[in-house]
């Protein structure tokens, strides 16, 4: 059920700025505020390891859409200075990927319990590939799993 809320979300922040997706969505929303007025707020952790131009985009696009976002990533990336996140896990400044990644299962596992998202997604494919392996490593807590399994399956 998580997947297929947080799916529809998504596909609504896809459409590009502008359009009338998100519009739409939140003119659905508002016709139906007294039913949805008691549902718990969506919240999604990004993580970033590589400054891609356009990424903070993906977060402005959730946050029209009633998501409350949040990012982890290094301070000066383009997804970190969006005014759309509503908080900011940093990880430290970093030369390459591999360098990055080694604090991440730290500060996620601090981000679930300071903050606690209903998903963790990824903004890039070094994200990707680190969220994967997380979801597997035997390492992590349960409750860090739980949220990785949606975007390991």
Same mark, same amino acid.
């Given at each position: 059920?998580?997947?297929?809320?947080?799916?529809?979300?998504?596909?609504?922040?896809?459409?590009?700025?502008?359009?009338h997706g998100c519009a739409r969505l939140g003119e659905d929303r508002a016709s139906h505020a007294d039913?949805?007025?008691?549902?718990?707020?969506?919240?999604?952790?990004?993580?970033?390891?590589?400054?891609?131009?356009?990424?903070?985009?993906?977060?402005?696009?959730?946050? $029209?859409?009633?998501?409350?976002?949040?990012?982890? #990533? =290094?301070?000066?990336?383009?997804?970190?200075?969006?005014? !759309?996140?509503?908080?900011?896990?940093?990880?430290?400044?970093?030369?390459?990927?591999?360098?990055?990644?080694?604090?991440?299962?730290?500060?996620?596992?601090?981000?679930?319990?300071e903050w606690q998202p209903r998903s963790i997604l990824p903004l890039d494919d070094s994200a990707a590939?680190?969220? $994967?392996?997380?979801?597997?490593?035997?390492?992590? #807590? =349960?409750?860090?799993?739980?949220?990785?399994?949606?975007? !390991?399956?």
């Amino acid at each position: 059920m998580r997947l297929i809320e947080v799916g529809a979300v998504a596909s609504a922040a896809n459409v590009a700025d502008g359009q009338h997706g998100c519009a739409r969505l939140g003119e659905d929303r508002a016709s139906h505020a007294d039913a949805r007025s008691g549902a718990p707020d969506i919240r999604i952790l990004f993580v970033a390891l590589s400054n891609d131009l356009g990424s903070e985009r993906i977060i402005g696009g959730m946050t $029209r859409c009633g998501v409350q976002c949040a990012v982890m #990533s =290094p301070p000066d990336y383009f997804c970190a200075s969006t005014a !759309s996140a509503r908080r900011h896990f940093p990880l430290p400044h970093h030369r390459g990927v591999s360098l990055g990644a080694v604090f991440v299962r730290h500060r996620l596992e601090d981000a679930i319990c300071e903050w606690q998202p209903r998903s963790i997604l990824p903004l890039d494919d070094s994200a990707a590939w680190l969220l $994967r392996g997380l979801a597997v490593d035997p390492r992590v #807590s =349960p409750a860090l799993r739980k949220l990785l399994v949606l975007i !390991s399956t």
